[in-house]
Each structure stands twice: as C-alpha cells, then as structure tokens.
Nanobody, 126 residues
Framework: RVQLVESGGGSVQAGGSLRLTCAAS????????MGWFRQAPGKEREGVAA????????YYADSVLGRFTISQDNAKNTLYLQMDSLKPEDTAMYYC???????????????????WGQGTQVTVSS
C-alpha cells in the first residue's frame, strides 16, 4: 500500500554534506510516521531521524543531532534528510521507512516500521 524510493546517496569527504530524498506514494494513512534509518556492514539497522507527516514533531539519534535535519514536502510526498558535517562513521546504507502508528518513544526503532524503501548508499571518506 506504500511505496518508498530513496535517492541522493553518494561518496563525500568528511565534513561534507549530502541530501537524501525519499519519494513516497500510496496510502497516506499508512505513512503517518516516516523515518530514516541506516545500516553499516556487520551492524544492526539503527534509527537516524523520524517525523510525523503533516506535523512538526521530529526525533533524532544522539549521534546525528545537530548535524542531520529531517524534513518533508507534503505537496510532493517527499521526505528529506539533510546531512551536514558528515563523518566516516556515517557510512552506511540509508533507508526510508513509514508506518501509521508508532508507540511513544519508539520512533527510531526499526522494528516499528512496516514499509521500507530499497536504500541508498552513503560513503564518507576521511
């Protein structure tokens, strides 16, 4: 019922910036909450940032707070992740995810989301 397509990944040097884009389609109710997640090789998938559709409530992982910004353009059904001051440890596959209901405090928990994109690779070199 929901389709998510990420783009915008690439290779950048430490200190640089990238903006990821997630184009969403399908049932708006099913993507009431949307988030960005990442998974590095050999590591578990982790939450980066989340936002409520048609609202302003956001959540960030401590590791990206102050460097990453999640935003949305509801007219375009598009989710963004602006990533500044990138570090080598930000290297990972980044995924967009959505779901209609997330318990309070669990917005950065991958297991709470049912709809996922295919991912876009971000590589930060030192």
């Amino acid at each position: 019922r929901v389709q998510l397509v990420e783009s915008g990944g690439g290779s950048v040097q430490a200190g640089g910036s990238l903006r990821l884009t997630c184009a969403a389609s399908g049932d708006t109710y099913s993507r009431y909450w949307m988030g960005w997640f990442r998974q590095a090789p050999g590591k578990e998938r982790e939450g980066v940032a989340a936002i409520v559709t048609f609202g302003t409530t956001t959540y960030y992982a401590d590791s990206v707070l102050g460097r990453f910004t999640i935003s949305q353009d509801n007219a375009k059904n598009t989710l963004y992740l602006q990533m500044d001051s990138l570090k080598p440890e930000d290297t990972a596959m980044y995924y967009c995810a959505a779901d209609n209901s997330i318990p309070f405090g669990l917005h950065l928990r991958p297991s709470q989301y049912n709809y996922w994109g295919q991912g876009t690779q971000v590589t930060v070199s030192s």
